[in-house]
């Protein structure tokens, strides 16, 4: 059964990695085309994607939903929500006004960080803040945007803990990961979590005995199942918005999140800390 609380399209994201090729079709379109899905026939989306009416079938059945109709009132639902909170909602146009590119960018990443707090699971960042503050060494390691991320975050844990280093050339990652100790984590940010170099860098990782803590879009990726937490962020990107503002975004409100836990287990010592950086770096100013 389908949580009628949950957007459908952060839903289908959520699942995208336990779909069959087919269906991973219909998402990537439906994902793409979110206010047409409603007006749709099931022949109609089913010739769009390439795919039989019994693939729709299947994959509404997925989702939780008893039938295609049922889903496409989910469709309707979540586009009607959307366009209600945000109605420049859409990609900046040629004739748009420099407000309405304003408001357009301010929807997109609200949105981002909404999405976000809806899948986050809080648990999962109690128990990674628990993780980070066991560790003798945490690596912040990413790829493309994602690495801008992990460096701002070894940066923000780092103005209280020395023990937060950023590693972001993909050679140098798997040589860290490789020296590796049982004590050791990695905070590893991938909005796919399926790049094959993080993949190469993880098992290293897992074979040290080290701790993993995945950032990701999608739970259900392959390097969500090397990970001992995943992390979710929400924020949908297709491929021509790679390293997209509105995605990092999202994932730098999570780690707001995950840093503001870790420092809430020991202020006085966060207290300390910058006290102690604040009083390094005076002489660094006029």
Not at 162 to 173: A, C, E, I, L, T
């Amino acid at each position: 059964m389908a949580d009628e609380k949950q957007n459908v399209f952060v839903h289908i994201g959520s699942e995208y990695y336990t779909f069959t090729a087919a269906e991973k079709r219909l998402a990537d379109y439906i994902l793409s085309a979110q206010d047409c899905i409603s007006r749709m026939s099931i022949s109609e989306l089913a010739n769009a994607c390439s795919v039989a009416d019994a693939t729709v079938s299947r994959f509404c059945r997925r989702l939780g939903y008893k039938s295609y109709p049922d889903f496409k009132i989910a469709i309707a639902n979540a586009s009607a929500h959307r366009l209600e909170d945000n109605p420049l909602s859409g990609e900046i146009t040629r004739e748009d006004t420099l407000e309405a590119i304003s408001q357009k960018l301010l929807n997109a990443n609200t949105v981002a960080m909404t999405q976000t707090l809806e899948v986050l699971n809080l648990e999962a960042v109690a128990q990674a803040a628990s993780i980070l503050r066991s560790s003798t060494t945490v690596l912040c390691m990413g790829q493309g945007g994602s690495m801008l991320i992990a460096s701002e975050a070894a940066h923000l844990f780092s103005t209280i803990s020395g023990k937060f280093r950023p590693v972001s050339d993909s050679h140098m990652q798997a040589m860290a990961a490789a020296m590796m100790e049982p004590t050791d984590t990695i905070l590893f940010y991938s909005y796919s979590g399926s790049t094959l170099a993080m993949l190469d860098t993880l098992k290293t990782a897992k074979e040290r005995g080290s701790k993993v803590i995945l950032v990701t879009r999608f739970p259900n990726s392959p390097g969500a199942a090397l990970a001992d937490i995943v992390l979710q962020c929400g924020a949908n990107e297709n491929p021509l918005q790679s390293g997209s503002v509105p995605t990092r975004i999202a994932q730098m409100y999570l780690t707001d999140i995950l840093f503001s836990e870790y420092t809430r287990r020991n202020l006085d010592e966060a207290k300390e800390s910058r006290n102690r950086i604040a009083q390094a770096l005076a002489a660094k100013h006029v």
